[in-house]
């Protein structure tokens, strides 16, 4: 895997030109509001700083349809340590890294395995509705 960060707290992994993820570190910080996910995406994951005071003014979001072909889903480390293990379509393994409290991660590309390095809590956040065991295929991987 390739690990792109030209700002701190901020990570890109790709594998063979493909964003298979990205780490947005609880170390990240910055004065202005930021998204790091391509418009072509169905998650976007921005960062929003705000001053006391700032208001966003009352809205909602108009009826859209979107075609959803990739889940991407989002992960909030709420406790622990955990290594996440990499795959391609073919279900190699083509590398790890390991995120902790505070972390955010948006996996987007190929496939993925965890491995809790300690007690650990996630949050997930990805399309739905989730339609069952039909919507993965499972493999065996590095995971112990």
Request: charged share 25%; net charge negative.
């Amino acid at each position: 895997m390739i690990k792109e960060s030209k700002v701190k707290g901020l990570e890109y992994l790709y594998h063979d030109g493909e964003l298979y993820c990205l780490v947005l570190r609880s170390d990240y910080g910055g004065d202005s509001i930021s998204f790091f996910t391509p418009q072509t995406f169905s998650q976007q994951l921005g960062y929003l700083p705000h001053k006391k005071g700032n208001i966003i003014r009352p809205h909602r979001h108009v009826i859209s349809k979107r075609e959803v072909l990739h889940t991407q889903e989002v992960l909030f480390i709420k406790k622990g340590k955990v290594k996440i293990n990499f795959y391609d379509l073919s279900h190699a393994h083509v590398g790890s890294e390991t995120v902790s409290i505070g972390d955010l991660v948006l996996l987007c590309g190929g496939g993925h395995g965890f491995e809790m390095l300690e007690e650990s809590i996630m949050i997930e956040v990805k399309q739905g509705p989730y339609t069952g065991e039909d919507d993965k295929v499972r493999f065996e991987g590095v995971e112990k």
